[in-house]
């Protein structure tokens, strides 16, 4: 709820213009309450449960697959669930609201930089949800060197979708940019990680 209110207001008034005391008022919580939850302004934003949906698909993922088609599934499925929203199946408030929030990443330098920190975290969430596949340091290597390319990959597509104000379905843009990295084999050719939860998506639309 914080949150929302903070990103309608970043949206509205400007991120630089609006302060914490702003969104703290507008959610009707004080400011400490505000930076329990998001201990800086810039978290308002960038916090997600991105990096925790991507390191549970890749543990229930199979060991037997490249790499780089269990990264990128785990990804695509991730914006799949993302892009549902958290009540439920109200996918156009999920859609909006991640779309104003990579709108001002995007937009803000102060975002963007800690956006690229964040990447960071993620490809390290990445390899430490590999476990046992990437314990000695060249597998380790190879790991981190498939989700950094992954993770250059979907900010592509994220940009892109945000350009396009969300017309395509986010999943399908992440797929589309790992197969121009990839390969078209990089998504499972028989519905993949989340290609079904994509056309439930579109069949509901």
């Known amino acids: 709820m914080i949150q929302a209110h903070a990103v309608r207001l970043f949206t509205e008034r400007g991120y630089d213009a609006t302060t914490v005391t702003d969104v703290a008022e507008a959610a009707g919580v004080s400011p400490m309450t505000v930076y329990r939850h998001f201990p800086t302004k810039e978290d308002l934003v960038l916090v997600d449960q991105h990096g925790r949906l991507v390191a549970e698909r890749i543990v229930a993922s199979s060991g037997a697959q490249p790499l780089v088609r269990r990264i990128g599934g785990a990804l695509i499925d991730s ?3 993302l892009t549902r929203g958290a009540r439920g199946d109200d996918v156009e408030t999920g859609e909006r609201f991640l779309l104003a929030r990579l709108r001002l990443m995007i937009s803000t330098p102060a975002l963007r930089a800690r956006h690229l920190d964040n990447h960071y975290a993620l490809q390290r969430a990445i390899v430490d949800a590999l476990g046992d596949d990437a314990t000695d340091p060249d597998t380790a290597f190879h790991a981190q060197v498939a989700a950094s390319a992954c993770l250059a990959a979907m900010h592509t597509a994220l940009v892109r979708w945000a350009e396009d104000d969300g017309r395509t379905e986010l999943p399908d843009v992440i797929a589309k940019a790992l ?14 990680v989340g290609t079904s939860e994509s056309a439930g998506r579109t069949e509901r639309r």
């Open 79 to 81: 914006a799949a669930t």
């Open 179 to 192: 197969a121009a990295a990839f390969g078209d084999d990089i998504v499972e050719p028989t519905g993949g």
